[in-house]
């Protein structure tokens, strides 16, 4: 028989990561998120930790209780990086029994990662590994593609319902494409849907980047549906941070970083870690894009994005362009993110009308 495995929400990427989850056994995702998940992480985390290891350690707690008998964790760029072997500690103090994988151990060297799924089932082989990991990076391609299209063009939809309805048959089908190709088909298929959807597109909407902390920006429970609230106001959402776009920064290696680094000058010479870099850079561009606003969204504490914060506040006074900054911790309340978003929209919206009244920077 095989285990239970299990690993936190990340957005809608559980499709795309259930082949790699299966490898270890029958895959089963933690309950849906909800403030009890936030309560659970926060109660038994260290108090200075980040939220995304509150979140993640509640997921975790919730997957236990629901019967996982493994549990994988993806680390992260940062000190998420080493915030497995916390969890597993703080997780067996607290009496539980399983098996743990933190990928982040395992890997800088495919010959440990082999090793490590070997032991956590001696039936897998590399061959079995390699199409998991082929079949997960083709699915997280499609769905980054497809989920694109939903931010740039959901506020717009004539039937949200049936737009969105669009959107979760898509999803269905993807968790159960059973190759590559299948995957990919998919994605045609559903791109096609949502184009064949009646849209209700001003000339001009208000367009608005969504930069910041890869966590907070990609989960939507830890955001406060960020992009949903900034969709319901009428904005066109666009977001590079992804899956795609950490692969992106894996391959690329060096030679990637060097170019980030150069495209965020002046306001930045040198990496400054994770996604701090990522956050000016793409600001940057998303002001020389004609965008009218950027929000940048951090986790209380993120040493990396509390050091883009200042390059981030010089691009906006220099260039009247506004950024509004969201940091988020347990206390962050729904109600006050949308009160600011509904605020930066609105502010957007009469600098659309007064432009030349609006040319001072602007930071909410």
Do not use: W
Not at 92 to 115: C, E, I, P, Q, V
Not at 142 to 167: H, I, N, Q
Request: with cysteine.
């Amino acid at each position: 028989m095989s285990p239970v495995v299990s690993f936190p929400h990340l957005g809608e990427y559980a499709v795309a990561f259930r082949p790699v989850g299966e490898l270890l056994g029958e895959v089963v995702l933690p309950p849906p998120m909800t403030r009890r998940t936030l309560e659970l992480g926060a109660a038994h985390s260290p108090e200075a930790a980040c939220v995304p290891f509150k979140y993640t350690l509640g997921c975790f707690i919730e997957a236990l209780e629901a019967g996982a008998e493994v549990i994988v964790q993806a680390g992260g760029g940062c000190r998420l990086g080493f915030y497995g072997e916390v969890q597993e500690a703080i997780l067996r103090d607290l009496g539980y029994d399983f098996g743990f994988m933190a990928l982040s151990n395992h890997s800088t060297s495919l010959r440990k990662l082999m090793r490590e799924f070997k032991r956590l089932n001696p039936r897998n082989s590399f061959r079995s590994v390699s199409r998991a990991f082929a079949l997960a990076a083709k699915k997280v391609e499609v769905l980054d593609a497809m989920e694109a299209v939903v931010r740039r063009d959901s506020a717009f939809a004539a039937d949200p319902a049936a737009y969105e309805g669009a959107f979760r048959d898509f999803l269905r089908e993807l968790d159960s494409a059973p190759t590559p190709e299948a995957a990919e088909e998919t994605g045609r298929t559903g791109l096609a849907r949502l184009a064949a959807a009646e849209l209700r597109r001003p000339e001009r909407p208000l367009r608005v980047g969504v930069v910041g902390e890869f966590y907070v920006a990609v989960e939507p429970f830890s955001n406060h549906s960020l992009e949903r609230l900034l969709a319901a106001e009428g904005v066109e959402v666009h977001r590079r941070v992804s899956v795609s776009g950490v692969f992106e920064a894996v391959y690329g290696g060096k030679r990637y970083m060097r170019d980030l680094v150069a495209s965020a000058a002046p306001y930045l010479t040198h990496d400054i870690g994770v996604d701090g870099t990522k956050s000016i850079a793409h600001t940057l561009a998303y002001m020389r894009d004609g965008f009218d606003g950027v929000v940048h969204v951090r986790p209380f504490g993120c040493m990396p994005e509390v050091n883009a914060a200042p390059a981030l506040h010089r691009l906006a006074r220099e260039n009247g362009f506004p950024v509004m900054s969201l940091s988020y911790d347990v206390h962050t309340s729904e109600t006050g993110t949308r009160t600011r978003v509904e605020a930066f929209c609105e502010m957007l919206r009469r600098r659309r009308r007064a432009p030349a009244s609006a040319s001072a920077a602007t930071r909410a």
